[in-house]
């Protein structure tokens, strides 16, 4: 399983992106799929997960009422929408896909992981 995402770029403190993650088929290891992110100097961190049946979301406290995770069962495709980003938003984002049926904050529950794509958030 390959994870493909896009969709990131430099943007102003309180603008928008949305970020995508396309995977290259669904197995019964990808019935999950989360966003983390790395911030320079500091350990990556879960932003987001969605299971791809149940279609139930958890998100990181810092993150909710401001990134919105959903799905495309039909593309193979997750989606991070980012709105009234803050330049403490600014990190590699990674996709990841797991087993578990509902999502998890723990990176060791996600088997396959994305390149990342940069955010950059300027004040």
């Known amino acids: 399983v390959q994870l493909v995402e896009s969709g990131g770029g430099l943007v102003q403190a309180g603008g928008s992106l949305r970020l995508s993650c396309a995977a290259s088929s669904l197995t019964v290891d990808t019935n999950s799929m989360g966003w983390f992110r790395q911030a320079p100097g500091k350990e990556r961190e879960f932003v987001a997960g969605i299971g791809w049946r149940s279609g139930r979301t958890l998100y990181v406290e810092s993150v909710k009422g401001r990134f919105t995770i959903s799905r495309d069962n039909a593309k193979n495709t997750v989606y991070l929408q980012l709105n009234s980003l803050k330049p403490e938003d600014t990190a590699v984002y990674h996709c990841?896909?797991?087993?578990?049926?509902?999502?998890?904050?723990?990176?060791?529950?996600?088997?396959?992981w994305g390149q990342g794509t940069l955010v950059t958030v300027s004040s």
């Open positions: 990841a896909a797991g087993p578990r049926v509902v999502p998890d904050t723990l990176q060791s529950e996600y088997i396959y």
